[in-house]
C-alpha cells in the first residue's frame, strides 16, 4: 500500500474553483489507478472521477462532468483534482485513493482502491 496525503481544500464561494492535490510518500504511483471520492455529512461516500495508470483515461461521475478534471504528473508522484464552477452541492470531505488497477480505464467502484488518504474538506458557500 501507499501513504495518500491530500491538500488544497477549503471555503470558496460559488462558481469559484479549487485545485485539489494527491501526494504519494514512500513510493511513485506508477502502475496504479488513482480516484476521487467524496462524503458529505449523513451521506455515504460517493465516486467523483478516477484516472487510469498512464493518464490516458478518465470517468467522472455526471454531478461533475464538465466541472471537475483529474490529471497526475509525468513523475507520478502526485494526482489533482481541479474543481471549477463549484456548488455548494459540492461540499464534502474530498479522499483519494489508490488502486492496483493496472487497466486501460480506472475503476469507479470503491471496493477497487486499497489504499485512501486522510480527506481534506471542501466548503462551497452559495
Known amino acids: 500500500q501507499v501513504q495518500l496525503v491530500e491538500s488544497g481544500g477549503g471555503l470558496v464561494q460559488a462558481g469559484g474553483s479549487l485545485r485539489l492535490s494527491c501526494a504519494a510518500s514512500g513510493r511513485t504511483l506508477i502502475g496504479n489507478g488513482m480516484g476521487w471520492f467524496r462524503q458529505a455529512p449523513g451521506k455515504e461516500r460517493e465516486f467523483v472521477g478516477c484516472?487510469?495508470?498512464?493518464?490516458?483515461?478518465?470517468s467522472y461521475a455526471d454531478s461533475v462532468k464538465g466541472r471537475f478534471t483529474i490529471s497526475r504528473d509525468n513523475a507520478q508522484i502526485t494526482v489533482y483534482l481541479q474543481m471549477n464552477s463549484l456548488r455548494p452541492e459540492d461540499t464534502a470531505v474530498y479522499y483519494c485513493?489508490?488502486?492496483?488497477?493496472?487497466?486501460?480505464?480506472?475503476?469507479?467502484?470503491?471496493?477497487?482502491?486499497?489504499?485512501w488518504g486522510q480527506g481534506t474538506q471542501v466548503t462551497v458557500s452559495s
Open positions: 484516472i487510469n495508470w498512464n493518464g490516458a483515461s478518465t
Open positions: 485513493a489508490s488502486s492496483q488497477l493496472y487497466a486501460s480505464a480506472c475503476s469507479r467502484a470503491i471496493g477497487e482502491y486499497d489504499s
